[in-house]
């Protein structure tokens, strides 16, 4: 079924930008100032994605950690924190417009469709899709996980 094709296309798009830029494995040591304090605490909300338990239900709570990280990153990242979060900022728009929440796509994903959701808005998700694997987002994920573990000590890339 299509449906099910697009809702498998944006659950990997999502675990796999935010696992680049977030990832899930090992800690570092010391940190300075708020963002890098911000950074390990959220930590733990990218890392539920990752894995073959991935847990998308917490895809709202992991979209709001974003925004502010976006919004508090310092001068040397902050474009690449910018471009990331447009990027989940699109897939958010999408998702709304089909009239869903990021947290639905766990139920869709168990064959649940949620009341008030338009099917044929569903469909067109995936060519937004493509913001996520760009070059771009590949390329800010990768610039924000060498400053975390540079300036913050954490290591947001997948083992």
């Known amino acids: 079924m299509r ?3 697009v809702i498998g296309s944006l659950t990997l798009a999502l675990t796999a930008t935010l696992l680049a830029a977030c990832g899930s494995s090992g800690g570092g040591s010391s940190s300075s100032g708020a963002y890098c304090d911000e950074l390990k605490a959220d930590k733990t909300y990218f890392e539920s994605l990752s894995g073959s ?15 502010t990280l ?3 990153a310092p001068d040397n990242v902050s474009s690449d924190w910018k ?13 709304s417009d089909a009239g869903l929440k990021p947290g639905d796509l766990a139920a869709l994903q168990s064959g649940q469709v949620p009341k008030g959701v338009d099917l044929s808005k569903l469909q067109e998700l ?8 760009g070059s771009g987002v590949s390329d800010a994920a990768k610039n924000i996980a060498a400053d975390a573990k540079k300036t913050c000590g954490v290591d947001l890339t997948s083992s």
């Open 3 to 5: 449906f099910n094709a």
């Open 53 to 67: 338990n991935a847990d998308i239900s917490n895809l709202d709570q992991v979209f709001a950690k974003v925004h």
């Open 70 to 72: 976006a919004d508090d």
């Open 83 to 95: 471009t990331l979060d447009d990027a989940i900022t699109t897939i958010e728009t999408a998702l």
């Open 126 to 133: 995936a060519p937004k899709l493509q913001t996520l694997s």
